[in-house]
Nanobody
Framework: QVQLVESGGGLVQAGGSLQLSCAASGSMVSYRTKGWYRQAQGKQRELVARITGGGSTNYADSVKGRFTISRDNAKNTVYLQMNSLKPEDTAVYYC?????????WGQGTQVTVSS
């Protein structure tokens, strides 16, 4: 059974920073591709950033240069450092782990950026 637990969300002013963490537990999840997604109210869930087991990354155009995804395989944790936050970054952020049979999701953490 795979479990993903996000933390680090909150309220921040525009231009500020937050770091999200996602702690994963369960078998065969350590070196899998993981990602951060977000869903703003009334919108579809979208990819924010992904990182493979080998450390290759890709980002949504809207966050390139501002957000950084990283992972610590020894701790089974993936991070999302978010800088220069904008009000349009306000959303529920979800962690995901991609395993061969399915993708697992965390419960989400709210990020609110005030103008």
């Amino acid at each position: 059974q795979v479990q993903l637990v996000e933390s680090g969300g909150g309220l921040v002013q525009a231009g500020g920073s937050l770091q999200l963490s996602c702690a994963a537990s369960g078998s065969m999840v350590s070196y899998r591709t993981k990602g951060w997604y977000r869903q703003a109210q009334g919108k579809q869930r979208e990819l924010v950033a992904r990182i493979t087991g080998g450390g290759s990354t890709n980002y949504a155009d809207s966050v390139k240069g501002r957000f950084t995804i990283s992972r610590d395989n020894a701790k089974n944790t993936v991070y999302l450092q978010m800088n220069s936050l904008k009000p349009e970054d306000t959303a529920v952020y979800y962690c995901a782990a991609e395993l061969p049979m399915r993708t697992y999701w965390g419960q989400g953490t709210q990020v609110t950026v005030s103008s």
